[in-house]
């Protein structure tokens, strides 16, 4: 089954403890991306990555990192998690340039107290 | 001003209405139009697609693009109590790879 699968689903945690949401898809997708979802606000783009090795910033990158060192995974790295970073994350992937359909995971549900 | 603007709602209809979901936007370069509905506690996942101006029907789902007026709306016909969600636009400029988001509308069908 085509999927992408994001862990942890609910992550409470505090202040300054660094933490990694990971992603990961298995159809082969050249191009990943994280997104994060607050009321009123939508999905805003973090970070997102063309291929192995090679990231972008998006809207929102603040106070985080990612890397993609292998094709099928893309880990959203918080260094210091703060509470303004506390929010719904989801990752998506899609196969090329131009319009494709991206693939959401299920979320990550980050509380950060 | 947001680029992509949609009313958050909560829209509450009966069972059978005909729905109308909509967003205005004010980048002309956008080329590709979306509909994503999200149920509660799920990911975003694609229900329709159209790229330029036109109308895109799929079952009960039909998608139309005004590129003149900038304004883009998606109508459900027969609404089912299955089809509570929320629904958000998205678009994309031609030849980029980032897509723009509405904020969403939360729709509620009742039997």
């Known amino acids: 089954e085509a999927q992408v699968t994001q862990n942890p689903r609910y992550l409470i945690t505090v202040t300054g403890k660094k933490l990694t949401v990971t992603c990961s898809q298995n159809?082969?997708?050249?191009?990943m991306s994280w997104y994060r979802q607050d009321p009123g606000l939508g999905l805003r783009q973090i970070y997102y990555?063309?291929?192995?090795?090679?990231?972008d910033k998006g809207d929102v990158p603040e106070g985080y990192k990612v890397s993609r060192k292998e094709k099928r995974n893309f880990p959203l790295i918080l260094e210091s998690p703060s509470p303004n970073q506390t929010s719904l994350y989801f990752c998506?992937?899609?196969?090329?340039?131009?319009?494709?359909?991206?693939?959401f995971g299920p979320g990550t549900r980050l509380t950060v107290l | 001003q947001k680029e992509v603007e949609q009313d958050p709602g909560p829209l509450s209809v009966p069972e059978g209405a005909i729905v109308s979901l909509n967003c205005t936007y004010s980048?002309?370069?956008?080329?590709?139009f979306m509909w994503y509905r999200q149920y509660s506690r799920k990911g975003p996942e694609l229900l329709m697609y159209?790229?330029?101006?036109g109308n895109k029907e799929d079952g009960r789902f039909t998608a139309q693009v005004d590129k003149s007026s900038k304004y883009i709306s998606l109508f459900i016909r027969d609404s089912q109590p299955s089809d509570s969600a929320t629904y958000l636009c998205?678009?994309?400029?031609?030849?980029?790879?980032?897509?723009?988001f509405g904020t969403g509308t939360r729709l509620q069908v009742f039997p």
């Open positions: 159809m082969n997708h050249e191009y």
């Open positions: 998506a992937s899609w196969s090329g340039t131009g319009y494709n359909e991206q693939f």
């Open positions: 980048n002309s370069a956008f080329q590709y």
């Open positions: 159209t790229y330029s101006s």
């Open positions: 990555s063309m291929n192995v090795e090679v990231t």
């Open positions: 998205a678009m994309m400029p031609y030849n980029t790879d980032k897509l723009i």
